[in-house]
C-alpha cells in the first residue's frame, strides 16, 4: 500500500503492504497486551516533518516498532461500501489491530486535517430540534464490540439515524435505551490527536516531544525501585507526599473552589499519585489552612518546580483552569525554556476544545452546506443535517490545550480534557487515570501516556455502571453515560510516563466516594 512505512530503526524506512485479515482471521483478545506497534497517521505532506519523530519512536522500547500511513493512502484505498471517511479510517485501524499489528495510534492533523467523528446527544433544545454532535476520538479507539466485531457507532439505522453515530439519548428522548446505538465504549487502543493544519506545527511538537523525553530521562535516570525519585523532606500540601520544596516535582492535584466538592478525592488522588509518581505528587484543595490555595501564584511556584504532570478539578473554559492556570499564568512564570513542559489533565468544561460543536457554533454539515448555528440565530425545525468530518478554517474552533502543545517551547507536553461542558462524573475519569498509572508503574517499565488514559476510559464505565443507566426525569444520567466520548488526548499517546518501578503489592481497594 502506497503511503504505509514501518520504521524498523532510526534510520530504515521500508516499505510494507501488509494484506487484509481473512474473512475467519483469530479475533485479537481484548485483554490488556505488551508492546505493540505504534501507528502515526498524517497527511503525505506532512511525512518529512515527522521524520525525525518516526526515527526516534522507533528507538524507544514502549512500542513493538512504529508505522507511519499516510492519510491519502488510507482514505483512497478504502473499498466503496465503508458509509465516509471516519469510517475508512477506523476501518482501517481494526485491521490493523485485529493482526495484533497496533496498540497505540498518533493522529497527526486538527479537525481542519483529520476527518472527525461527531457523536450525538438528544439534548434538549428546541432552536436545534433537541439535536446536538460532539467530537469523539474515542471512536477511533473503541474498534471492536464484545465479541470482536466492528464496532460502528451506528447501530440504529433507521431515518435520519443512520446519519447520526453514537447516539446517546434520554435528555429529551425518556423512552429506549440511553445507549441508542450500543456503543461499545471499552477502547481496544490508546488514541491521541496532534492539534496541527501544517507542517511546520507539526516539526516544531516533534522536537518538543524528543527534548520531552530526553530531558525526562536525564533527569530521572533508570526506573528503580519503590523509593526511587522521591526527594524525601517535609510535604508542601495536605497529602502526606515526598515532594519536597525546591526539588523537582513529579506532580499536584488542584482542586478549586465553586464547582462541586472533591477535595477527600483529590487527596486520595494526590496520596495514590504520590507512590506512584517519580518526584511525588502534591494536592492543592481549596478552604483548607494546611494546604495552598490552588490559585495562580501556586500555580505559578508549582510551574518553577518542572512537573510533569499537573491535574485540575474545577470550572474550565476554552481560555484556561478557573483561578489557576491560563496562557497568561504560563507566560507570567517566566519559566527557563530548558524545563520539561507538563502533561495537563482537567475534569473541568470546555479546556480542550479541539474542533466545531454544531448545531450550537457554525459548521460545515456532510454535504457542504454552511450554518451559522443557533447560537447565530439558525434554527432548525427538523434534525439538523450531521456535520461533515473536516471542520476547515473559520468552523474549526480551539483552546488554551492545543495552543499549548502547539508551542515550540514551553506550554504543554499533551493535554487531556473536555471538549466541551462537562459534569462532575468526570472526576472518575481522573482518578481512573490515577489508578491506572498506579497499575502501571508496578506492571511495566514502560508505561505510555495512552496506556494510562486508555484504561481511564475503560475504567469509567465500571465506576459510574454506564449498563444499567436509564432515563429519568434529570438530564444527568446521559452526561454520565457519554462523559468518556467528550474528552480528548491532545498529544502523543506512546508518551512514556515518568512512574517509579515498584515490585510493592498493591494496596487493598478502598471504596471511592461517588458525591457529586
Same mark, same amino acid.
Given at each position: 500500500m502506497p503511503g504505509l512505512a514501518f520504521v524498523a530503526g532510526a534510520s530504515a524506512l521500508a516499505l510494507s503492504c501488509?494484506?487484509?485479515?481473512?474473512?475467519?482471521?483469530?479475533?485479537?483478545?481484548?485483554?490488556d497486551q505488551g508492546p505493540r506497534p505504534h501507528l502515526v497517521i498524517a497527511p503525505e505532506r506532512f511525512r518529512e516533518a515527522l521524520a525525525p519523530y518516526l526515527a526516534w519512536r522507533a528507538g524507544t522500547p514502549q512500542n513493538d516498532g512504529v508505522v507511519f500511513a499516510s492519510l491519502e493512502s488510507i482514505l483512497g484505498d478504502a473499498p466503496p461500501s465503508d458509509r465516509d471517511s471516519p469510517e475508512r479510517l477506523k476501518r482501517f485501524l481494526f485491521d490493523r489491530w485485529r493482526r495484533g499489528a497496533l496498540g497505540t495510534c498518533l493522529l497527526v492533523g486538527d479537525g481542519d486535517t483529520i476527518p472527525? !467523528?461527531?457523536?450525538?446527544?438528544?439534548?434538549?433544545?428546541?432552536?436545534?430540534?433537541?439535536?446536538?454532535?460532539?467530537?469523539?476520538?474515542?471512536?477511533?479507539?473503541?474498534?471492536?464490540?464484545?465479541?470482536?466485531?466492528?464496532?460502528?457507532?451506528?447501530?440504529?439505522?433507521?431515518?435520519?439515524?443512520?446519519?447520526?453515530?453514537?447516539?446517546?439519548?434520554?435528555?429529551?428522548?425518556?423512552s429506549g435505551p440511553i445507549n441508542a446505538d450500543a456503543c461499545d465504549l471499552d477502547p481496544e487502543i490508546a488514541v491521541g490527536r496532534w492539534p496541527v493544519s501544517n507542517a511546520d506545527d507539526a516539526a516544531a511538537i516533534v522536537r518538543k516531544t524528543i527534548e520531552w523525553e530526553q530531558s525526562t530521562g536525564a533527569r530521572f535516570g533508570a526506573r528503580g525501585g519503590a523509593d526511587a525519585g522521591h526527594a524525601g523532606g517535609e510535604p508542601t500540601a495536605t497529602n502526606g507526599g515526598s515532594a519536597a520544596p525546591d526539588t523537582p516535582l513529579g506532580g499536584a492535584i488542584f482542586a478549586v473552589g465553586g464547582w462541586v466538592?472533591? !477535595?477527600?478525592?483529590?487527596?486520595?488522588i494526590s496520596t495514590t499519585l504520590d507512590r506512584a509518581l517519580v518526584g511525588g505528587c502534591l494536592a492543592f484543595v481549596h478552604d483548607d489552612d494546611a494546604s495552598p490555595a490552588p490559585d495562580v501564584e501556586t500555580m505559578k511556584r508549582s510551574l518553577a518546580r518542572a512537573p510533569l504532570l499537573l491535574l485540575h478539578s474545577g470550572h474550565g473554559q476554552p481560555w484556561g483552569w478557573e483561578h489557576c492556570l491560563?496562557?497568561?499564568?504560563?507566560?507570567?512564570?517566566?519559566?527557563?525554556?530548558?524545563?520539561?513542559p507538563p502533561i495537563l489533565f482537567s475534569a473541568g468544561c470546555s479546556t480542550a476544545e479541539w474542533s466545531a460543536l454544531p448545531p450550537y457554533t457554525a459548521y460545515l454539515?456532510?454535504?457542504?452546506?454552511?450554518? !451559522?448555528?443557533?447560537?447565530?440565530?439558525? !434554527?432548525?425545525? /427538523?434534525?439538523?443535517?450531521?456535520?461533515?468530518?473536516?471542520?476547515p478554517g473559520?468552523?474549526?474552533?480551539? /483552546?488554551?490545550?492545543?495552543?499549548?502543545?502547539r508551542r515550540p517551547r514551553g506550554g504543554a507536553i499533551a493535554v487531556i480534557g473536555c471538549s466541551t461542558g462537562?459534569?462532575?462524573?468526570?472526576?472518575?475519569?481522573?482518578?481512573?487515570?490515577?489508578?491506572?498509572?498506579?497499575?502501571?508503574?508496578?506492571?511495566?517499565?514502560?508505561?505510555?501516556?495512552?496506556?494510562?488514559?486508555?484504561?481511564?476510559?475503560?475504567?469509567?464505565?465500571?465506576?459510574?455502571?454506564?449498563? /444499567?443507566?436509564?432515563?429519568?426525569?434529570?438530564?444527568?444520567? $446521559?452526561?454520565?453515560?457519554?462523559?468518556?466520548?467528550?474528552?480528548?488526548?491532545?498529544?502523543?499517546?506512546?508518551?512514556?510516563?515518568?512512574?517509579?518501578?515498584?515490585?510493592? $503489592?498493591?494496596? @487493598?481497594?478502598? @471504596?471511592?466516594?461517588?458525591?457529586?
Open positions: 501488509a494484506a487484509p485479515p481473512a474473512a475467519n482471521a483469530a479475533v485479537a483478545p481484548r485483554q472527525v !467523528r461527531f457523536m450525538t446527544l438528544d439534548r434538549s433544545d428546541a432552536a436545534a430540534a433537541n439535536w446536538a454532535f460532539y467530537p469523539s476520538d474515542l471512536y477511533y479507539a473503541d474498534l471492536a464490540e464484545a465479541d470482536g466485531e466492528f464496532e460502528s457507532w451506528n447501530g440504529r439505522r433507521d431515518d435520519f439515524h443512520d446519519r447520526y453515530f453514537g447516539e446517546v439519548h434520554g435528555e429529551s428522548n425518556k466538592d472533591v !477535595r477527600s478525592r483529590a487527596r486520595a491560563s496562557e497568561a499564568v504560563i507566560d507570567g512564570a517566566n519559566l527557563p525554556e530548558s524545563l520539561p454539515d456532510e454535504s457542504g452546506a454552511e450554518h !451559522r448555528g443557533t447560537t447565530a440565530g439558525e !434554527r432548525f425545525e /427538523s434534525p439538523p443535517p450531521p456535520p461533515g468530518p473536516i471542520q473559520s468552523f474549526d474552533r480551539s /483552546s488554551f490545550s492545543e495552543r499549548l502543545v462537562s459534569q462532575p462524573c468526570a472526576i472518575s475519569l481522573l482518578e481512573g487515570f490515577v489508578d491506572a498509572c498506579d497499575e502501571l508503574s508496578r506492571e511495566t517499565a514502560t508505561p505510555t501516556l495512552g496506556e494510562a488514559w486508555r484504561r481511564a476510559v475503560r475504567d469509567y464505565r465500571r465506576r459510574e455502571r454506564l449498563d /444499567s443507566l436509564v432515563p429519568t426525569e434529570s438530564w444527568y444520567p $446521559p452526561s454520565i453515560f457519554f462523559q468518556g466520548m467528550k474528552f480528548v488526548l491532545l498529544g502523543d499517546p506512546s508518551l512514556r510516563l515518568p512512574l517509579q518501578r515498584r515490585a510493592d $503489592p498493591a494496596p @487493598p481497594a478502598a @471504596p471511592r466516594s461517588l458525591e457529586r
